[in-house]
Protein backbone atom coordinates (compact mmCIF):
# COMPACT_ATOMS: atom_id res chain seq x y z
CA UNK A 1 0.00 0.00 0.00
CA UNK A 2 2.89 2.69 0.84
CA UNK A 3 4.64 1.70 -2.44
CA UNK A 4 1.35 2.63 -4.46
CA UNK A 5 1.13 5.84 -2.92
CA UNK A 6 5.09 6.66 -3.17
CA UNK A 7 4.99 5.62 -6.70
CA UNK A 8 1.56 7.68 -7.28
CA UNK A 9 3.27 11.20 -6.18
CA UNK A 10 6.66 10.56 -7.85
CA UNK A 11 4.89 9.97 -10.96
CA UNK A 12 2.17 12.89 -10.48
CA UNK A 13 4.49 15.35 -8.41
CA UNK A 14 4.27 18.10 -10.60
CA UNK A 15 0.28 17.67 -11.15
CA UNK A 16 0.13 17.64 -7.28
CA UNK A 17 2.27 20.62 -6.78
CA UNK A 18 0.43 22.86 -9.30
CA UNK A 19 -3.31 21.47 -7.71
CA UNK A 20 -1.58 22.58 -4.13
CA UNK A 21 -0.54 25.92 -5.08
CA UNK A 22 -3.97 26.77 -6.56
CA UNK A 23 -5.67 25.81 -3.59
CA UNK A 24 -3.69 27.99 -1.01
CA UNK A 25 -3.53 30.96 -3.37
CA UNK A 26 -7.62 30.46 -4.44
CA UNK A 27 -7.56 30.57 -0.12
CA UNK A 28 -5.60 33.49 0.58
CA UNK A 29 -7.21 35.45 -2.03
CA UNK A 30 -10.46 34.45 -1.08
CA UNK A 31 -9.92 34.74 2.78
CA UNK A 32 -10.46 31.05 3.89
CA UNK A 33 -10.55 30.67 7.73
CA UNK A 34 -8.91 27.09 7.24
CA UNK A 35 -6.22 28.80 6.10
CA UNK A 36 -5.86 32.43 7.27
CA UNK A 37 -6.79 31.66 10.71
CA UNK A 38 -4.71 32.28 13.02
CA UNK A 39 -6.34 31.34 16.28
CA UNK A 40 -4.97 28.05 18.30
CA UNK A 41 -1.57 28.54 16.37
CA UNK A 42 1.57 28.20 18.13
CA UNK A 43 2.65 31.25 16.86
CA UNK A 44 -0.73 33.33 16.59
CA UNK A 45 0.55 36.75 18.01
CA UNK A 46 3.36 36.83 15.69
CA UNK A 47 0.77 37.02 12.44
CA UNK A 48 -2.40 38.16 12.12
CA UNK A 49 -4.73 37.21 8.95
CA UNK A 50 -3.19 39.80 6.82
CA UNK A 51 0.40 38.55 7.41
CA UNK A 52 -0.92 34.74 6.70
CA UNK A 53 -2.50 35.59 3.68
CA UNK A 54 0.12 37.19 2.14
CA UNK A 55 2.43 34.53 3.18
CA UNK A 56 0.07 32.13 1.71
CA UNK A 57 -0.24 34.31 -1.38
CA UNK A 58 3.27 34.57 -2.03
CA UNK A 59 3.50 30.49 -1.26
CA UNK A 60 0.71 29.75 -3.76
CA UNK A 61 2.27 31.45 -6.51
CA UNK A 62 5.26 30.09 -6.04
CA UNK A 63 4.53 26.34 -5.50
CA UNK A 64 2.26 27.41 -9.10
CA UNK A 65 5.14 28.66 -10.39
CA UNK A 66 7.85 25.66 -9.96
CA UNK A 67 5.20 23.44 -11.15
CA UNK A 68 4.97 24.76 -14.36
CA UNK A 69 8.83 25.35 -14.84
CA UNK A 70 9.25 21.72 -13.71
CA UNK A 71 6.92 20.60 -16.19
CA UNK A 72 8.90 22.92 -18.71
CA UNK A 73 11.67 21.54 -17.87
CA UNK A 74 10.28 17.86 -17.98
CA UNK A 75 9.59 18.27 -22.00
CA UNK A 76 12.99 18.72 -23.09
Known amino acids: MDNMITVFIQENRILITLVMGIVVLIGSI ?36 VSIWEFVLGCK
Open 30 to 65: MNWNWLCDPTGAPDSQLYGRGSRRIIFLAAGAILIV
